[in-house]
T-cell receptor, first 110, second 117 residues
Framework: LAKTTQPISMDSYEGQEVNITCSHN???????ITWYQQFPSQGPRFIIQ???TKVTNEVASLFIPADRKSSTLSLPRVSLSDTAVYYCLVGDISSDKLIFGTGTRLQVFP | EAEVAQSPRYKITEKSQAVAFWCDPI?????LYWYRQILGQGPELLVQ????????DSQLPKDRFSAERLKGVDSTLKIQPAELGDSAMYLC???????????????FGPGTRLTVT
């Protein structure tokens, strides 16, 4: 299966903006890009979903370039409670399967 | 706020035994997913249902795993016999079906942590 790759970890401080990128070269033509947040021993929690360009909701923004081979999750002004693992989720065109990214562990410091 | 329910939350079983997990999706969600998540990795899709029909079970180890959603509501995932390598978190998720969107936002349950000894 094609891999959907993310940086393994990122560190930030409270109040800063954090951008996490996901590389998905084999994304299915008609599929959306979705991002999830996961705390230890819990199921993932939906953050944001988009198809192209930019999407913004009350907690995050999602930037998707025209070729859709990557996406960037932007978290404005992170707090300690944003310390978690963040996953992107896309459909893979070659396998026609849903694939979670490798996950990015975000650590926010005071 | 409606939630996806899963039980049990934790299960310890010996290898070669049978084990079953139950999931009750959010009311009205036609799509149901079962995932397996090994510690330190992202979830891996095992099976996807649309109502009572299996949409994708290509990554379900069918020699030992089975899944059903008989009335298109709740679902059961079974492993028989369990092996040491099956130790993982088993997650259930559900979503609405939206025309034109292949995979809409999923709501996950708390998961079942399985330990096979």
């Amino acid at each position: 299966l094609a891999k959907t790759t993310q940086p393994i970890s990122m560190d930030s401080y409270e109040g800063q903006e954090v951008n996490i990128t996901c590389s998905h070269n084999n994304i299915a033509t008609n599929d959306y890009i979705t991002w999830y947040q996961q705390f230890p021993s819990q199921g993932p929690r939906f953050i944001i979903q988009g198809y192209k360009t930019k999407v913004t909701n009350e907690v995050a923004s999602l930037f998707i370039p025209a070729d859709r081979k990557s996406s960037t999750l932007s978290l404005p002004r992170v707090s300690l409670s944003d310390t978690a693992v963040y996953y992107c989720l896309v459909g893979d065109i070659s396998s026609d399967k849903l694939i979670f990214g490798t996950g990015t562990r975000l650590q926010v410091f005071p | 706020e409606a939630e996806v329910a899963q039980s049990p939350r934790y299960k310890i079983t010996e290898k070669s035994q049978a084990v079953a997990f139950w999931c009750d999706p959010i009311s009205g969600h036609a799509t149901l997913y079962w995932y397996r998540q090994i510690l330190g990795q992202g979830p891996e899709l095992l099976v996807q249902f649309q109502d009572e029909s299996v949409v994708d079970d290509s990554q379900l180890p069918k020699d030992r795993f089975s899944a059903e959603r008989l009335k298109g509501v709740d679902s059961t995932l079974k492993i028989q016999p369990a092996e040491l390598g099956d130790s993982a978190m088993y997650l259930c998720a559900s979503s609405r079906s939206i025309p034109g969107i292949v995979h809409y936002e999923q709501y996950f349950g708390p998961g079942t942590r399985l330990t096979v000894t």
